[in-house]
């Protein structure tokens, strides 16, 4: 197994353009969760999904933020017109369960910057 | 509201020193609590959990419910200790939430 897989790894983009991030979750999972961190700072939760629904997308920005999680393929965190304050680690997590006491698994995360 | 409290965000202290990592959090029911680090250029992962009740690494934590602590202690620090630490209360059926975590460096 090998993992949460994101990509890209690193994803440079001028204002204005859409940054498009990519989780897929360990095999077997069907919960993920984005993230994101800011310089310094700790772990923001954005959203929750399953295979073809959101269920908790409390910390994601109202506007030019949207995640999806299609039946088949990745996880997919968009962000339109991007800004400088969007610079940041997304990270994406996935687990099997979300019974009291489940285990997260972490990808390794996309370093977005905007120029 | 549910809410978790990581009062220091840098705790530095030397090689062999006793280490405490603070963590108070507010929530209703009895969350499970974890703590997960995050070592340099590597990905987030679980360090322990309060239901297990193991020492990982040296690392234990005590879950205080009347004072609704979940502080992470080692007597003795190292250096590859060195890291973010997050302490992450989970009630189940809803994502995991992370304090704001605390770095914790480790002198020679």
């Known amino acids: 197994n090998a993992g949460v897989m994101q990509n890209p790894r690193h994803l440079v983009r001028r204002r204005g353009q859409e940054a498009r991030l990519r989780c897929s979750p360990m095999?077997?999972?069907?919960?993920v969760y984005w993230y994101r961190q800011l310089p310094e700072e700790g772990l923001k939760f954005m959203v929750y999904?399953?295979?073809?629904?959101?269920?908790?997308e409390s910390g994601m920005p109202k506007e030019r933020f949207s995640a999806e999680f299609p039946k088949e393929g990745p996880s997919i965190l968009r962000i339109q017109q991007v800004v400088r304050g969007d610079s940041a680690a997304y990270f994406c997590?996935?687990?099997?369960?979300?019974?009291?006491?489940?285990?997260?698994?972490f990808g390794q995360g996309t370093r977005l910057t905007v120029v | 509201a549910q809410r978790v409290t990581q009062p220091e965000k840098l705790l530095s202290v030397f090689k062999g020193a006793p280490v405490e990592l603070k963590c108070n959090y507010s929530y209703s029911g009895s969350p499970e609590l974890f703590w997960y680090v995050q070592y340099s250029r590597q990905r987030l992962q679980l360090l322990l959990r309060h239901i297990s009740r193991e020492s990982i690494k040296g690392f234990t934590a005590d879950l205080n419910k009347g004072e609704t602590s979940f502080h992470l202690k080692k007597p003795f620090a190292q250096e590859e200790d060195s890291a973010m630490y997050y302490c992450a209360p989970h009630t189940g059926r809803r994502a995991l939430t992370f304090g704001s975590g605390t770095r914790l460096q480790v002198q020679p």
């Open positions: 095999k077997g999972h069907s919960h």
């Open positions: 999904l399953q295979k073809e629904n959101i269920i908790d």
């Open positions: 997590a996935s687990s099997l369960r979300t019974e009291l006491g489940t285990e997260a698994f």
